[in-house]
Nanobody, 123 residues
Framework: QVQLLESGGGSVQAGGSLRLSCARS?????MGWFRQPPGKEREGVAC????????NYADSVRGRFTISRDNAKNTLYLQMNNLKPEDTAIYYC???????????????????WGQGTQVTVSS
C-alpha cells in the first residue's frame, strides 16, 4: 500500500512562492496534487506521468505552478509561484490509477491520498 507524506505548506503573502514535497513509498506511474479550498470541494491542481514526464495542470494554476518528481528520491514536488489568495487551500498529494484521470487531473481517479498540508495566501 502506497504511503504519502506532504510537507512544505505555510503562510505567504500574495505574489510569494512555496514548494510542496510529497515523500512516497513505492512506485506509482501517475501522481498528482489536489487541493480543497475552504468550504469547497476538492479539485485537481496538477498531475505527472512517470513514463514520459507528461504534465497536466488546472487552468487556474497553469503558468504559475510546476509539478515534478524525483524518482530516485521517491519524492513529488509542486513549485508554486505568484501565489494568489484564491490558492488558499489544503493541498493533497495523491496517486492516480489511470492516464486519463491524470490527463484531466480528476480527483475521482485517485486511489491513495496523503494527509494534506495547509497553504494560506494573504492579500
Amino acid at each position: 500500500q502506497v504511503q504519502l507524506l506532504e510537507s512544505g505548506g505555510g503562510s505567504v503573502q500574495a505574489g510569494g512562492s512555496l514548494r510542496l514535497s510529497c515523500a512516497r513509498s513505492g512506485y506509482s506511474n501517475f501522481m498528482g496534487w489536489f487541493r480543497q479550498p475552504p468550504g469547497k470541494e476538492r479539485e485537481g491542481v496538477a498531475c505527472i506521468y512517470a513514463g514520459d514526464g507528461t504534465t497536466n495542470y488546472a487552468d487556474s494554476v497553469r503558468g504559475r505552478f510546476t509539478i515534478s518528481r524525483d524518482n530516485a528520491k521517491n519524492t513529488l514536488y509542486l513549485q508554486m509561484n505568484n501565489l494568489k489568495p484564491e490558492d488558499t487551500a489544503i493541498y493533497y498529494c495523491a496517486v492516480l490509477s489511470f492516464r486519463n484521470s491524470c490527463s484531466r487531473v480528476d480527483p475521482r481517479g485517485v486511489n491513495a491520498w496523503g494527509q494534506g498540508t495547509q497553504v494560506t495566501v494573504s492579500s
